[in-house]
């Protein structure tokens, strides 16, 4: 592993000496340097939060909010209040405003597992 990949992958709990894992890392980090969406694809389990957390932490929005979150563990009728948020008085209930993770995430990044 090289000395760059070792160091950068600290404090993002990726552990690994493979080269299939080392080649993983490095395309991680060059893509980081790119302002595009990146689709993160894997088993449950296979890490796909912390690579999130790579892309976004070596990214130029390093300093910008790293939004997250778990679509599945939501009903599905709150899904869009959380993603897009709505106004007070919208609907029944709906006391006060509500920031989506959408704006929260504004010029940062947003990861949708």
Sequence with gaps: MS????RSAEGYGLIGESPCFTEVLDQVSR??????????????????????ARLHYLS??????LVKLNCAALAETLLETELF??????????????????????EGSLFLD
Aim: no cysteine.
């Design 31 to 52: 893509l980081a340097a790119l302002n595009r969406p990146a689709l993160v694809i894997g088993e449950r389990g296979t890490g796909k939060e912390l690579i999130a």
């Design 3 to 6: 000395e760059r990949t070792s």
């Design 85 to 106: 948020g709505h106004e007070a008085g919208a609907f029944t209930g709906a006391n006060r405003r509500h920031i989506g993770r959408f704006e929260l995430s504004h």
């Design 60 to 65: 130029p929005r390093w300093d910008r909010p």
